[in-house]
Structures are given as C-alpha cells and as structure tokens.
C-alpha cells in the first residue's frame, strides 16, 4: 500500500484518545483498492471501529464505500474523513439519482454535474458552523468550532435536498460560503463524517474530541 505515512497524524490521534476514555487502541490499515462489498464481511469482521480517511488513487473510493456499508449495515461506529467523508456522501445519493459522483475519479464523462466537484484549494485553519440539532454539536458542545483544512475537492450544495432525502443528515457548513463539512446519520451508534482533518487539531492537552466519541461508542457497543 503507497502513502502509509500519510495516516501516521490519524494513527497519534487515536492513541491520544486513550488519554481521556483510559481505552487503549491497536489501529491498523486496510487498503481500499482490496475491499468490495462481499470480502468486507470476511477482511473486516473483527474490527470494532472503522476510521475512512483521505485516499491516493482512483481504485480507492468503491472500497471505501464498501467499508462504509459494512459499518453502516452492523452498526459498527464509523468516522469518515476527508475523501471518506465524501464517500458517505456519494453513498447516500447514489441510491437515489442517477448523477455524476466524484469529478476526480469520474473525468470526462460528459455528466452536466458531480456530487462532488473540483474547487479552489482550501488550506489552513477554517471556521465551521455547527447546527445544534446534531450529534456533532453533542461532541463538540458548541456551534462554531476552527479545524484544519487541506482539500480542493468537495460537496455540491445542489445535492443537499438528495443527500437529506436520502436521511443523511448534513451537521456542519464552511462559514464563509455554506459548503457542506459534514453528515452523520441519526439511527446509528456512530457514523459521521467531516470534510476537515481532525487529527490535525489534536493535542496532548487536547485529544480531538471525534477520536474520544468513536472510541467511546465502540466501548458502548461492546457493552450491549
């Protein structure tokens, strides 16, 4: 698998989170250009949470979103982040309409528009609002929080009403222009998605608080 060093931020921060649930943690990778829907069963059956994050590569998103509905399918908590995140977007209006998913994995294809789209790069610290009826803002406590961005792909706003009809719950928008940060669904122990990168803000003082609440809904899950 290329780029492994690349999760190393996602790997500390989720040792970090053992400094407030006491839980320690073993995180391993899967590469997603091997997974589809029917090996999931097989190659991630003795995982207790799933982490999907940023990808390499255009063999990547159908094993994302395969790893995506194994979690969602055994409630097993689940966080997507980054192109992951986009992954659960796709997911979720894939079901419904027949559109153009993803501009980079999807060039050329003469489709009028992409549930994900081409933008100018956002990098560095952004301001994210959070709507309070939401599982995030329960993570968070608070309306506005500042995360760390690093992507020129995201969601297109014209699909808001599909992804929402699709119960797909979108929690969170970039504060200058609305744009979609991200989704969860309601009816899950734990699955979200952000288009920011939290392990970027995580500190030892301060262990970002989505690595704490995944890790605490796979306790929870445990205890059923």
């Known amino acids: 698998m290329k780029n492994i060093d690349a999760y190393k931020s996602i790997i500390e921060?989720?040792?970090?989170?053992?400094?407030?649930?006491?839980?320690?943690?073993?995180?391993?990778?899967?590469?997603?250009s091997l997974l589809n829907d029917e090996n999931c069963r097989?190659?991630?059956?003795?995982?207790?949470?799933?982490?999907?994050?940023?990808?390499?590569?255009?063999?990547?998103?159908?094993?994302?979103?395969?790893?995506l509905r194994y979690a969602f399918s055994h409630n097993i908590p689940c966080l997507g982040i980054e192109l992951g995140f986009q992954a659960m977007c796709i997911e979720a209006i894939r079901s419904c309409s027949f559109v153009g998913f993803h501009e980079e994995?999807?060039?050329?294809?003469?489709?009028?528009?992409?549930?994900?789209?081409?933008?100018?790069?956002?990098l560095g610290s952004k301001s994210i609002n959070i709507r309070?009826?939401?599982?995030?803002?329960?993570?968070?406590?608070?309306n506005k929080i500042n995360r760390i961005c690093n992507y020129k792909y995201e969601f297109n706003n014209s699909f808001k009403d599909l992804a929402e009809g699709a119960l797909l719950n979108l929690t969170a928008s970039y504060d200058e222009d609305g744009t979609l940060m991200a989704c969860e669904y309601k009816n899950h122990i734990f699955y979200m998605g952000v288009q920011y990168r939290p392990e970027l803000s995580s500190t030892l003082d301060h262990p970002e608080q989505l690595f704490v609440e995944l890790i605490k809904a796979t306790d929870m899950k445990e205890g059923m």
Do not use: C, M
């Open 13 to 32: 921060s989720l040792k970090l989170q053992q400094l407030v649930t006491g839980i320690p943690v073993e995180p391993t990778i899967v590469n997603a």
């Open 42 to 67: 097989v190659i991630l059956k003795d995982y207790k949470a799933i982490i999907v994050p940023g990808g390499y590569g255009d063999g990547e998103l159908e094993g994302k979103i395969s790893a």
């Open 105 to 122: 994995f999807e060039p050329g294809h003469n489709i009028p528009d992409y549930v994900i789209k081409e933008k100018d790069v956002r």
């Open 132 to 142: 309070t009826e939401s599982r995030l803002y329960n993570v968070y406590k608070t």
